[in-house]
């Protein structure tokens, strides 16, 4: 899951840095298939921490989150790259980085 999430995010911080439109629907082709991969093996991660029981409202609430969130994510992101171009990417990408590998060192010890 980890690794995934990092080959996606080292697809989406170097979107700036390609001045190519051809490079960057490539880049932008790979980050949405290797994060395909990734959104059922974190589904799969979270359903091994919450009750049987609990799993359908937690899986909707899950889906609703990542959905909803991306309806306004999107003009929001477009208003930081126009101020302060391509900050927010680096910012966004490196905090999802080493939130990513701290999940993966405090997990690591788990098997499933």
Known sequence: MVFTYLINKGFVMNLPIVHSLLWSEIF???RQTAIQMEAPTRDSFNNTFIPKEARTAANSSFIFARSGSQIPGILLEG???DIVHSTPIFTAGGAKVIYEL?????YSCFST
């Open 28 to 30: 932008s082709y790979f």
């Open 102 to 106: 701290i999940l993966f060192k405090k």
């Open 79 to 81: 208003i930081a790259l």
